[in-house]
């Protein structure tokens, strides 16, 4: 009989034994979801939503270039200024005036002064805006200022201002004619914008002042840093061309949260020169390349003196731990104020814990600040390039939320930094390894157990 005749078509050739376990398999699923009740099916939604929001949480980031440029150029060297500001946009830009504020007590007043006399436009954007003293001042200052004809613009975390704020507080607000809205709010239904937050501070007045660094608008950063419940901050009040660039940070997130475009003189009035110095604003977006800790990076490769360096939530990558070992071989003094015992954050302290070991060991001198919770977000090397802003030395800042720094090249700035750096290093303990070795089990396992989250902390 031959190949082509029908007996020898019906009878196909036998299916091998991965074939068979396939078929099975399938088979199998398909009687067992078919027999599913509508408990069942309730339960096969609800793990597929809670594997979504873990995905959401876990892997909706920045992408964040490892890079550890060499030693190839100084601070003082023009090769240096491109190359610290090649990934972030917009660029450098001179004519500006900073002031460098110190506390609440240094901080509030200049910015209350700059609404009350606002003419046109405020946009003021923040990651905490709390109920209390320091909330009171401000809302009654926007309410007096709407109330005038001045368009207010106020936008707000949807978690780090939307739990710590009262309905009525919002109400209140609005009433007065201010327009209030939250960055991805908390009782949204895009799930995957519950974790980014926006971490940024910043306060535009007419287009033609501006402030932002790391206060935050509670009652926790009143006084002068003199007590234990009045924490230590260093902010900056910008005036020049420079304004126009904070505004535009503004005005990506209020586009974002309310479709509303923000655009004329009102809100970009030309600005002339108000001073000597060269700065960048340095904001970070969703879904981008972060463009921080490449600055960082480039500065850090490029000192030849000094590196200071304070942040109150510290857990470094291994690429800044490997750049600040190299300074430290080159004979740079390299030294990180981090709070003491008085740190809000437990959590980010256990998960930073354990690089301090490593940068003790790459001769980096670590110093606690004593007196309270220090918040100060600042970087000078060599006294001619500072940074200063809202980013934290730790994975959340550098890969999840949107934050807004600012970078200035200048002698004087710089050496305004250090003298800051160094009043508040007399007031800090050393921290040693011998420290660092004395951990008890206690900090020793909460450091353990902290090493699965450290990427969201």
């Given amino acids: 009989m031959s190949d082509d005749s029908p007996?020898?078509?019906?009878?196909?050739?036998?299916?091998?034994?991965?074939?068979?376990?396939?078929?099975?398999?399938?088979?199998?699923?398909?009687?067992?979801?078919?027999?599913?009740?509508v408990r069942g099916w309730l339960e096969v939604l609800a793990f597929l939503l809670v594997g979504f929001v873990i995905y959401s949480i876990l892997f909706v980031?920045?992408?964040?270039?490892?890079?550890?440029?060499?030693?190839?150029?100084?601070?003082?060297?023009?090769?240096?200024?491109?190359?610290?500001?090649?990934?972030?946009?917009?660029?450098?830009?001179?004519?500006?005036?900073?002031?460098?504020?110190?506390?609440?007590?240094?901080?509030?007043?200049?910015m209350l002064e700059a609404i009350r006399a606002a003419q046109k436009t405020i946009n003021f954007e923040a990651f905490i805006f709390h109920s209390g003293k320091v909330g009171s001042q401000f809302m009654d200052a926007f309410c007096e200022q709407a109330g005038k004809?001045?368009?207010?613009?106020?936008?707000?975390d949807g978690i780090g201002s939307g739990l710590g704020l009262k309905n009525e507080e919002i109400?209140?607000?609005r009433k007065a004619g201010c327009q209030v809205a939250y960055y991805?709010?908390?009782?949204?239904?895009?799930?995957?914008?519950?974790?980014?937050?926006?971490?940024?501070?910043?306060?535009?007045?007419?287009?033609?002042?501006?402030f932002t660094g790391g206060v935050g608008f509670g009652d926790e950063?009143?006084?002068?840093?003199?007590?234990?419940?009045?924490?230590?901050?260093?902010?900056?009040?910008?005036?020049?061309?420079?304004?126009?660039?904070?505004?535009?940070?503004?005005?990506?997130?209020?586009?974002?949260?309310?479709?509303?475009?923000?655009?004329?003189?009102?809100?970009?009035?030309?600005?002339?020169?108000?001073?000597?110095l060269m700065a960048q604003v340095i904001t970070s977006r969703a879904f981008t390349t972060a463009p921080l800790p490449v600055t960082q990076a480039v500065a850090i490769a490029a000192a030849e003196k000094s590196i200071y360096i304070t942040n109150p939530y510290c857990t470094?990558?291994?690429?800044?731990?490997?750049?600040?070992?190299?300074?430290?071989?080159?004979?740079?003094?390299?030294?990180?104020?981090?709070?003491?015992?008085?740190?809000?954050?437990?959590?980010?302290?256990?998960?930073?814990?354990?690089?301090?070991?490593?940068?003790?060991?790459?001769?980096?001198?670590?110093?606690?600040?004593?007196?309270?919770?220090?918040?100060?977000?600042?970087?000078?090397?060599?006294?001619?390039?500072s940074l200063f802003g809202t980013s934290n030395l730790d994975p959340r800042s550098s890969q999840i939320n949107e934050e807004i720094d600012v970078?200035?090249?200048?002698?004087?700035?710089?050496?305004?930094?250090?003298?800051?750096f160094q009043d508040d290093l007399k007031l800090a303990k050393p921290y040693t390894m011998a420290d660092f070795e004395a951990r008890s089990l206690k900090d020793r396992f909460l450091e353990w157990i902290m090493i699965p989250i450290r990427s969201q902390l």
């Fill in 407 to 420: 970078s200035v090249y200048d002698v004087g700035f710089g050496e305004a930094m250090d003298r800051i």
């Fill in 184 to 210: 991805h709010p908390a009782r949204g239904i895009r799930i995957d914008r519950i974790n980014r937050r926006t971490h940024r501070r910043v306060l535009v007045v007419d287009g033609k002042m501006g």
């Fill in 316 to 385: 470094p990558t291994d690429d800044f731990v490997h750049l600040l070992a190299e300074a430290t071989k080159r004979g740079v003094d390299v030294k990180l104020i981090i709070p003491g015992k008085y740190n809000d954050q437990p959590a980010t302290k256990s998960a930073g814990s354990e690089s301090y070991g490593k940068l003790l060991e790459a001769g980096v001198k670590i110093f606690q600040y004593s007196p309270t919770m220090i918040h100060s977000k600042t970087m000078v090397v060599d006294g001619r390039f």
């Fill in 61 to 110: 980031k920045r992408e964040v270039i490892e890079y550890r440029p060499k030693h190839e150029f100084a601070v003082s060297d023009p090769a240096f200024f491109g190359s610290a500001h090649a990934m972030a946009d917009p660029v450098p830009i001179g004519g500006n005036k900073i002031t460098l504020l110190h506390n609440g007590v240094g901080i509030f007043p200049p």
């Fill in 221 to 276: 950063w009143q006084g002068n840093a003199d007590a234990a419940d009045h924490w230590r901050e260093v902010h900056g009040q910008l005036e020049g061309p420079i304004v126009a660039k904070l505004q535009t940070a503004f005005q990506q997130h209020w586009l974002e949260a309310t479709e509303e475009l923000l655009s004329g003189a009102d809100h970009f009035p030309a600005l002339p020169s108000a001073g000597p």
């Fill in 149 to 156: 004809g001045v368009k207010v613009r106020i936008l707000l």
């Fill in 7 to 37: 007996a020898a078509s019906e009878n196909p050739k036998p299916k091998n034994r991965r074939t068979r376990l396939k078929e099975g398999y399938f088979n199998l699923l398909v009687r067992r979801w078919g027999r599913l009740s």
């Fill in 171 to 173: 109400d209140r607000l």
